[in-house]
Structure formats: structure tokens, C-alpha cells
């Protein structure tokens, strides 16, 4: 009843509305129809994605320190794989964080330095083979023992528990198919449980009575080249991370400079040093001055180093008698954004001259531990520099570096700056008895080439 009632007044007040204006209004447009969207979202960056976005030394580094800690076993490329990922989660889980697969800022620098501790508790090297020129890593520490001949080289533990063999041998048409089947059946009694055989290399491993081995191959021409590798199962969480290092090391045949490690020490090699006072100290790279029978300041004769900090990788080197020394004055500058870097260039950089040289470089933080990066990396030689802010106050030293992580064999070097602050220059300083308050700020007047001799 009530409806019809409303229709009823509807009709009557749209005849009256009629009689009142005789013409109709227009009609109102219709309304389009309202289609309800759903907003398209980016797909989410997954932790490969983000892994592919680093640089390809970074990626090999990541992997090297996550072998070294005992979580990665694959091969040490750069290569982004699930199995990376995986690592990186288990690493996480590890230390009671988020299995993200993603390594934040703190995470990073635990993974590097956990990895760096384990490599110098191994004694990691790379060395080169005198007899055959092949490059690989060894644990010094795990295998003090070497001996060599003509057909290769071996190292070991005191007690044999450990073994590595470097083995070199003609055989006319090899294949890698043949070499592996050959390497599986001598020495007898050989269980296999792991083979890869590739075009340019094979890989086995399994048990030989007592220990566990790992066996990598290839050839060149009618040359094979092996590396073997024996430890007991006892030490097993032990070495194992380094045979996968030692693995993605091995070069048999090595044909310029690769990423598994720094290259052999240069037999003669150049870098800075400041003069920090005027009785003949000098700061110095530590790493630029060591191993060395000679180390001399050009112009001014033989130096003695007499202190060392491996953390921060300075040297503090004394000439003695030397005259019309300029020491640098090493007020405190700050390290921002911007410094200015001045040493002597390696003489192959500059055409045999020894005059020093300046150019700009950008500081920047790396990880959460204080360490800063400078960017461009300056020439050889500059290793040891000083660093002056724009006010031209002494701001640190300049370290050059190299990406050194277990792999690969085939890929280009990259080599790094760092700066060492000003302050971890002064305290190295003061813990060693040397007054650096005086100076002048002329850089050029207080920066000398370092040269050390190792043959």
C-alpha cells in the first residue's frame, strides 16, 4: 500500500511540475559506470635480484667469506645461485637474525671479518709453483711442510694429517673424461662419491682409506696438472672450507694477473712514505715493506723498519742521518667528503721521475666499522700517500689494496684505496715513542719514495 501511495505522489507532482513549465527539461546525462581498478604493484626485489645488482667483485668476495665460514660449497665465480642464497640465510639463522638473503650492513662486516680470521689462522697464501708456474692457495699454518721436484710439489702437516699435491705429468691426447677415470682408479682403492667433468677440467672426491680426498684436473697441450688434496676425517670442519678456497684458486696455467689472490710479491716494489719528523721517521705501508732485504728511501739511503700495525697495515720506517728532512705537520684534518692525495707515482707510471704529484678523491664509509674508502683509487706507487682535507690539514693515509678472495682463476684484478684516519696515524705514532707536532703543511716537501727490495 505504501509503495503505491508513493507512485501515486510521484505522478501527481510530475503533472503539476508539467503544467507549471511547458517545456521539459533535458534530460541529466548519465553517469559512466564506476569499475573498480586494482592498482599494479612492482614486483618485489628478491634476494637474487639484489645480489645481481652488486659489482662482480663484491659477489666473489661474499662467496669467498661465506666459504671460509664453513656455510657456502660451491664454486667461488660470482655468479648468482640459489645455493648462495641459501648460504646467506643460513649464515643469518646462525647468528639469530632474519633468514632474509640479504646482507645487511653489520651482517657484512661480521661475514668479512669471521672469514678473515679464519683465513689467517690457516696461514691463506697464494703461491706459485717454481717448477711449473701453476698458482694456488695453501693454509701455511695447516701445512708448514714443503718439499719440490720437477714434476710438481707437496705440502703438509707435521703429522701428515693433512696433504696437498701439486703434480704435473706429459700424456699424449688427453681429455678431461680420460684423466678423471684414470684419477678414480689410481691409487687403488679409491671411493668416489662426487664427480664433475667438464671440457676444460674435471673434479673428484670421495674417501682413500682413512681420509677423505679432493682431486681437480686439467691439461694444456700433452701437460696435466692435478691437485690433490688428503686430510683426515677428523678434520673435516676444518679444511673443508679451505679446500673450496683452494679449489676456485688453483690456475695451472696461469696467464696474467688473476683475482684469487694478490699476484707474487714484485721483486722490487715501490710506494710513499711520510716524513713525520725530523730525525728520520717515516710512516709507511706495512705491506709495501714487508718481506723485504732492502728497504730504501730514494735520496736519502737504507731504512730499518722498526714497528708494524697489521690491523691498520702502517709501517714506521727510521733513515739515520739524513739532513734537510721536511716532516709533515699532522694537525687534525677531517676525512669528509673530499681529500686531496699526495705521493710519488711507481716510476713505470711516470717515466722513471721521482717528483710527487697530488689528485682529488672521494671519501666514502664502508660498513658500519669506520672504514672509508677512497674512490678513484690513485696510481701504484701512491700506496702510503698522504691525505689533506680542503682546509689542507692532514686527514690520513692512503692505503691501495686488492680484492683478494679465493676466486676465480680467469678474472681481472680490482684494486682498492683505503684511508687510514689521522687519528690511528697519530696513535700508531705516539705508541712508538715518535713526536709528530711539528711540520709543515707542504705535502709535496714531506712525501719521499719508498723503495723495497726483495732479491
Known sequence: MRSMLTAAMLVVAAGVSAAAQPTAPP?????????ATVPVRPPL????????????????????????????????TGDVSERMVAAIKEFQKARGGKSTGVLNPQERQVLAETAKRRQENAGWKIVTDPATGARLGVPAKLVPQQSSDANGAKWSSPTGTVQIVLSRRKEADPTTA???????????????????????????????????????GTFKGDEVRTLTIL????????????????????????????????????????GTGIVVSDDGAIVADRQITDGCLVIAIAGYG?????????????????????????????????????????????????????????VKATVTPVGG???????????????????????????????????????????????????????????????????????????????????????
Request: charged share 20%.
Open 45 to 76: 626485489q628478491t634476494p637474487a635480484d639484489t645480489a645481481n645488482a652488486m659489482a662482480q667483485g663484491e659477489r666473489l668476495a661474499i662467496q669467498s667469506d661465506l666459504a671460509w665460514v664453513g656455510q657456502y660449497n660451491g664454486a667461488i
Open 302 to 358: 737504507n731504512a730499518d723498519r722498526l714497528a708494524e700495525d697489521k690491523e691498520h697495515d702502517l709501517a714506521l720506517l727510521r733513515i739515520y742521518g739524513a739532513r734537510g728532512l721536511k716532516p709533515l705537520a699532522l694537525a687534525s684534518g677531517t676525512a669528509n667528503s673530499g681529500v686531496e692525495l699526495t705521493g710519488i707515482a711507481d716510476p713505470q707510471n711516470q717515466g722513471g721521475g721521482t717528483a710527487a704529484s697530488s
Open 231 to 270: 686430510y683426515d676425517q677428523a678434520t673435516e670442519n676444518t679444511v673443508e672450507p679451505v679446500v673450496i678456497a683452494m679449489s676456485s684458486a688453483f690456475n695451472p696455467f696461469p696467464s696474467g694477473a688473476q683475482l684469487a689472490g694478490p699476484p707474487p710479491r714484485k721483486s722490487v716494489e715501490y
Open 178 to 216: 680420460k684423466l678423471a677415470e684414470r684419477e678414480k682408479k689410481e691409487p687403488a682403492g679409491r671411493a668416489v662419491d662426487y664427480t664433475v667433468v667438464k671440457p676444460d677440467f674435471f673434479v673428484l672426491s670421495g674417501l682413500q682409506g682413512l681420509k677423505k680426498f679432493y682431486v681437480r
Open 27 to 35: 534530460a541529466a546525462a548519465a553517469r559512466p559506470k564506476q569499475v
Open 369 to 455: 666499522g669506520g672504514d672509508l674508502a677512497l674512490s678513484p683509487a690513485p696510481a701504484l706507487g701512491f700506496s702510503g700517500a698522504t691525505a689533506q682535507d680542503g682546509d689542507g690539514k692532514f686527514a690520513g693515509i692512503a692505503l691501495l689494496k686488492s680484492v683478494v678472495v679465493a676466486g676465480p682463476a680467469n678474472a681481472a684484478p680490482t684494486a682498492q684505496a683505503a684511508l687510514v684516519p689521522a687519528d690511528t696515524v697519530r696513535g700508531f705514532l705516539k705508541g712508538n715513542g715518535v713526536d709528530a707536532a711539528g711540520g709543515s703543511p707542504d705535502a709535496k716537501s714531506a712525501v719521499v719514495r719508498v723503495i723495497c727490495v726483495r732479491k
